[in-house]
């Protein structure tokens, strides 16, 4: 009688990050980074216009044009994080909420409605924020990894119609 060495189980696989969850990821930083920094200048521009900088004032309107289409991109890139990505889709409503806001935002500084341009401005300022921390905190690829759950089996993996 030959018996052999018992054999180690295999370990189960590793949850790794997928290229599509880094790429995904990465457009969303760089594209979330960008509309950070210019919904950051645009308090900037404003207060230089008020302090008499007059041209401020159009490189307040052309950043605030900017904006509203760049944000279309960044929904574009939330939604490709959440999909191909596997990254949450909450940062889609986020996304969603900037790119409805800054037409509505843009529209009500041209008409010179301030009371609401400016508790807009204040909100939008803080979601394109929010949303850039969510994506460039470190490890978010690695802990927002949601690994395929297997579908259980009926009556012993016979299949059932």
Do not use: E, K
């Not at 007059?54 to 309107?61: D, E, K, V």
């Not at 960044?74 to 409503?93: D, F, K, N």
Request: glycine share 10%; net charge positive.
């Amino acid at each position: 009688m030959t018996t052999y060495p018992p054999t180690p189980a295999p370990a189960p696989p590793r949850a790794t990050v997928s290229d599509a969850t880094t790429t995904a990821l990465w457009i969303l930083r760089i594209l979330t980074g960008i509309q950070a920094i210019m919904l950051l200048a645009q308090p900037v521009f404003a207060g230089r216009f008020l302090d008499g900088d007059y041209p401020a004032l159009s490189t307040h309107g052309s950043n605030g044009l900017a904006l509203t289409a760049l944000a279309w991109l960044v929904v574009l890139a939330a939604v490709l994080a959440w999909r191909p990505g596997r990254l949450p889709a909450w940062p889609i409503a986020l996304a969603c909420v900037c790119s409805f806001g800054f037409p509505v935002q843009l529209g009500m500084g041209y008409s010179r409605h301030l009371a609401v341009h400016l508790t807009l401005g204040v909100g939008l300022v803080a979601t394109g924020l929010a949303l850039a921390i969510w994506a460039w905190w470190p490890g978010r690829a690695r802990r927002s990894y949601r690994a395929r759950r297997p579908r259980p089996m009926v009556d012993g993996g016979a299949r059932v119609r």
